[in-house]
């Protein structure tokens, strides 16, 4: 496996586009030629070669431009990644659970050598060479999750199950679609999730949530999740909303394919071994509208998804200033013809 990694931003400049061969391989989130709010949970086992779903921790052409931003938002703003005291034991579950997988998937990338406790972890793209004791914190430069959480793609919330419940008690969050861990940690599932409108009286999180507590270790499961935004930007955190807010002012008919972005989250849930805790990985896919559309089949059916939301979604999404020019801008790549089942290209 040989992957070119790009040197690209998502920030300033806004150098970040897919590569053509990547464009096929995007989580596109729509099944259907229309949306509504549903569980939408299925075992998150591999699929599809070449897809985001074959491996546990996908690994793309953006993986070292992300990591570099990462860096950034927690040099600028620590408080992105925060553990409660108690989450020590799910911190190395979760470094754990990283590291295996991506030395499995990724050989040409990764190694991992355990003698015993002490352990031996090769990052080659980010040159990254460390021996440590597993289990003492001591041994690495920060807290574990910190540590992984910062070689790893997408954000990683860490929920303790107790009392019926789970809370939001870890966290490593800095490509957040507007929510804050500063403000919801140490929240329970149904108070983090208050904002959301139209689920709740679906009954979308009381189903989530019994599934999610009876979740089995080795039996992840994954679902997506989508939204839109201005710009290539994965920082859009409540914190950073005069940054990237005014950016909505900046669509036009003329610029909208390459200014918006379909913000797709591919959601997996772990159990973890010896804590119990539920690993709750976020990992953020972007792509231009104009990438979009170079797929006729998607083409076709955002237009559908995008005519026929329903108001509150457009509030909610925080699409309402553009959504009209958007559903017109796409009306040009819907022929009428019937779309294929499933979210994947013809």
Not at 253 to 267: A, T
Request: glycine share 6%; aromatic share 12%.
């Amino acid at each position: 496996m040989t992957i070119q990694f790009k040197d690209e931003s998502f920030r300033g400049d806004f150098s970040y586009a897919n590569s053509p061969s990547n464009i096929p391989r995007f989580p596109f989130p729509f099944p259907e030629d229309e949306y509504m709010y549903s569980t939408n949970i299925e075992p998150h086992h591999a699929a599809r070669a070449g897809s985001p779903f074959e491996n546990a921790f996908d690994v793309d052409e953006h993986y070292v431009a992300e990591m570099k931003d990462r860096a950034l938002v927690l040099a600028e703003d620590p408080g992105r990644c925060q553990a409660l005291p108690h989450m020590e034991t799910a911190g190395w579950d979760f470094l754990e659970l990283v590291m295996v997988s991506k030395a499995r998937d990724y050989p040409d990338l990764f190694k991992l050598t355990m003698d015993g406790d002490r352990w031996h972890w090769i990052n080659k793209p980010l040159q990254i060479d460390d021996t440590f004791t597993f289990g003492d914190s001591s041994t690495l430069p920060c807290h574990p999750m910190e540590y992984i959480g910062r070689q790893v793609q997408g954000d990683h919330a860490i929920l303790d199950q107790r009392d019926g419940n789970l809370w939001m008690d870890a966290g490593i969050i800095t490509a957040q679609a507007d929510w804050s861990l500063d403000f919801d940690i140490g929240m329970n599932f149904f108070e983090w999730h208050a904002p959301v409108p139209l689920a709740h009286e679906l009954g979308v999180f009381q189903r989530a949530l019994k599934f999610l507590l009876t979740l089995p270790q080795g039996q992840p499961s994954r679902r997506l999740n989508w939204t839109l935004t201005v710009n290539p930007r994965l920082d859009t955190s409540p914190e950073n909303y005069p940054k990237w807010g005014p950016d909505k002012l900046t669509v036009t008919p003329e610029n909208i394919g390459e200014k918006i972005h379909l913000r797709v989250e591919l959601q997996t849930f772990w159990r973890l071994p010896r804590s119990n805790a539920i690993l709750f990985p976020i990992r953020t896919y972007l792509m231009a509208m104009n990438e979009v559309v170079t797929q006729p089949k998607w083409g076709r059916r955002l237009h559908r998804v995008m005519r026929d939301l329903r108001p509150e979604l457009v509030d909610y999404k925080g699409l309402s200033r553009y959504h009209p020019i958007l559903v017109e801008w796409l009306s040009q790549f819907d022929d009428g013809a019937p779309t294929s089942p499933g979210i994947f290209p013809d």
